[in-house]
């Protein structure tokens, strides 16, 4: 019996990730894995349970035995609703510091292999959409679909920043900007699983594009891609 479809959408922060799984789950029906959220849940548990983010072995305990789930959001400006422990913690792991957080554990190989198996659990019927950064080239290396969305960090930064000043959060575009590019530099340079597009990805910019334009050539690259039948579609 084949595994279930995934299409792995990876690339930086602020790239319109989210947004763009949102939309591919809402049309197929698939499963949602939002793996950069996963990160930045392990390093809220770990404040939250007071240890300190530099104790590799206490961070890859607490992401063995993760408890989230991810649901789609009706409304809002998230697309999807996070659970931590039962506990909904959808906004708070949205911050800057969150993200900072995120990408500090994510350097940690037995944090990262603590969570693989997590991860790769999503994958069911009748089908996943994976959002992350290391979708394609490491959890899902067979996924059906890989494309890697990316952005200029200044058209992220900006993204970042409406977004957050919409929650009535104070924020300074110039720290937001520095702060995406020290972790682009961070996520491209580490060790273990580096921020890159897979081999046989294909990449879109969207600096230059609208939302809308972003969601008809992802959905163009999948319908080029994946045979999906009727039943597949969600009404």
């Not at 793996?35 to 607490?62: F, K, M, Q, T």
């Not at 059906?144 to 058209?155: D, M, N, Q, R, Y």
Request: glycine share 8%; net charge negative; proline share 4%.
């Amino acid at each position: 019996m084949s595994k279930p479809i995934v299409i792995a959408i990876d690339g930086p922060s602020g790239a319109g990730k989210g947004a763009v799984t949102h939309s591919l789950a809402i049309k197929t029906g698939f499963h949602i894995l939002d793996s950069g959220a996963l990160y930045r849940l392990v390093g809220l548990a770990a404040r939250r349970d007071g240890i300190d983010l530099d104790r590799e072995e206490h961070i890859a305990d607490v992401a063995a035995h993760l408890e989230v789930a991810f649901l789609p959001a009706s409304s809002g400006p998230e697309p999807f609703q996070v659970l931590l422990r039962g506990q909904e913690v959808t906004d708070e792991i949205r911050t800057d510091a969150a993200g900072v957080d995120a990408s500090r554990v994510a350097s940690m190989p037995s944090v990262r292999d603590g969570l693989a198996q997590l991860q790769r659990a999503f994958r069911k019927a009748p089908g996943l959409i994976a959002d992350g950064r290391d979708m394609g080239t490491v959890i899902f290396t067979d996924a059906a679909v890989k494309i890697f969305l990316t952005a200029s960090a200044e058209v992220r930064a900006e993204r970042r920043y409406k977004q957050l000043k919409n929650k009535g959060m104070d924020v300074s575009l110039a720290a937001l900007l520095e702060s995406i590019r020290e972790r682009d530099a961070r996520d491209a340079s580490r060790l273990v699983a580096p921020l890159k597009p897979a081999e046989d990805a294909i990449i879109l910019d969207s600096s230059a594009l609208s939302l809308d334009a972003v969601h008809e050539a992802v959905w163009e690259v999948v319908e080029q891609n994946v045979s999906l039948g009727a039943n597949s579609f969600a009404e």
